[in-house]
């Protein structure tokens, strides 16, 4: 089989690094790949949002399956370009994909097929008045959500009631573009996150991944901006059979069958960011991708042969394919760019990864090659992984590793799973 991935990140890194261990793999192409992925196969410049360009591809390389790796690409309808097309493609419809293109479509579809999540409201520049007032029944913090899709940036979460309509005028007068036209204000919810993948079929068929957990804030003990991602471990420890059971029953069963019942066409991964309040689950977003840095933990704990799962689901039909989980623990520290997430340079050589590779898996996110260097190319720059028989043996090894690699200005967050493993949370 002859596969196209598209995406760049660290997530694209972990996915081409499982795909490429498949025996059912001929070929796997990355598009445009970075600066690590192409010891896992070839990459080839396009820009994903290209359809055209990818569809030439496909035709020239003979791909027999493309696997779509960020959500921009299926918000803009890529696997709705590709129907009836003679490839498979991973990822949802356009209709599906809107789970994550506007966070009002999500919150209505939770809404209305009873999936627990924040009670929610909806506002335009229209209806601004409504959204003070709405405000003003919510006692603080006050969570503010741009509709569409903003890089990540698109939700602030305030104290203050006067800061909040502000914030919410300032979202309405464009502070995101078109994405904060419109905004959703909801209920703070208390807890801790975790993040859960579901492989779909579109005929009801799912498969649970491993579950994950991701550190979003720059700094250590949660504090700071938000950025794409810290860390990640897998397993969560909180996420035990009794909260996964729950999960299963009470949002990924009345998830697929409500996107089946709304003609919400859905074949490739679904990821539920939830929140643990009190035992119970419940959903804080929707992405229609897998998570950066989750997959950097999740992938290395599939123990099976991905490839036919993943062609399975593009097909419509999972059968009885197994997804087995390795019972080992995985932690992923993310070396990161001085700055970031705010400026931060760019360009400069990285040594180390050779020893770091050693004992770790050291997944590429911002790099790419220069010669015979590897050179930093994005805010997040590596993804260090390690697989132990627990959480943290897997963390000291990554820690370890990351302790070999350099480059100026490099940072990253000494606290990655703490929480979890401390038993203090
Ligand atoms: P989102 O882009 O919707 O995942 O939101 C980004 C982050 O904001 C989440 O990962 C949470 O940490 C936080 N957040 C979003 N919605 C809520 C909420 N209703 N209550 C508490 N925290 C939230
Ligand atoms: N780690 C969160 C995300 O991928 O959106």
Redesign the pocket.
């Known amino acids: 089989m002859r596969i196209l991935l598209l995406g760049s990140g660290g997530r694209e890194s972990a996915l081409a690094w499982k795909i490429s261990q498949s025996p059912k793999v001929e070929k796997l192409y990355i598009a445009p790949g970075n600066g690590g992925t192409g010891a896992y196969g070839e990459n080839i410049k396009l820009s994903p949002l290209d359809f055209e360009a990818v569809e030439k591809a496909v035709d020239d390389l003979g791909i027999d399956m493309i696997v779509v790796g960020n959500e921009d690409p299926l918000v803009a309808g890529i696997t709705d370009y590709f129907s009836g097309k003679n490839v498979l493609v991973v990822g949802p419809a356009k209709a599906g994909a809107e789970l994550e293109g506007s ?1 009002d479509v999500a919150k209505a579809f939770m809404a209305r097929h009873g999936i627990p ?2 009670r ?1 409201r909806s506002f335009t520049a229209e209806t601004i008045e409504e959204g003070y007032k709405f405000l003003e029944t919510l006692t603080p ?1 006050y ?1 503010l ?1 741009a509709d569409g899709l ?1 890089a ?1 940036k ?2 602030l ?1 305030i104290d203050s009631l006067d800061e909040a309509k502000k914030a919410l005028a300032d979202m309405l007068g464009g502070m995101f573009g078109k994405s904060s036209s419109t905004v959703v204000i ?6 801790i ?1 975790c993040s859960v993948f579901v492989l779909t079929d579109g005929n009801g068929g799912y498969r649970i991944l491993p579950v994950a957990k991701d550190y ?1 804030r720059v700094g250590e003990g949660d504090t700071g901006l ?1 950025t794409g991602g810290m860390g990640a471990v897998s397993p969560v420890p909180f996420a035990d059979g009794t909260f996964m059971k729950k999960v299963e029953e009470r949002i990924v069963l009345p998830t697929i069958k409500g996107l089946m019942d709304e003609g919400r066409l859905y074949r490739g991964f679904i990821f539920l ?1 939830l ?1 643990n309040v009190g035992g119970d689950p ?1 959903v ?2 929707y ?1 229609v991708r897998m998570g950066d840095p989750e997959t950097e933990v999740v992938m290395p704990r599939i123990d099976c042969d991905l490839v036919p799962l993943l062609e399975a689901a593009a097909r419509g039909d999972l059968g009885d394919l197994a997804l087995p989980h390795s019972p080992l623990a995985a932690a992923t520290v993310i070396a990161v760019s001085g700055g970031y997430p705010e400026a931060y340079a760019k360009g400069k050589t990285i040594t180390g990864i050779e020893k770091a590779a050693e004992n770790s898996i050291i997944f590429h996110a911002g790099t790419k090659t220069e010669g015979d260097s590897t050179i930093t190319s994005g805010g997040r720059v590596l993804a260090v992984t390690s697989l132990a028989p627990t959480l943290t043996e897997a963390l000291e090894r990554s820690y370890a590793s990351l302790s070999h690699i350099a480059f100026d200005g490099m940072a990253f967050r000494r606290d990655i799973g703490r929480d979890v493993t401390c038993g203090c949370k």
């Open positions: 966070k999540t924040a929610y913090p969570v959500k903003a990540g698109g939700v979460i909801e209920e703070f919810l208390s807890g996150e979003k938000n960011g929140i419940m804080i977003e992405n």
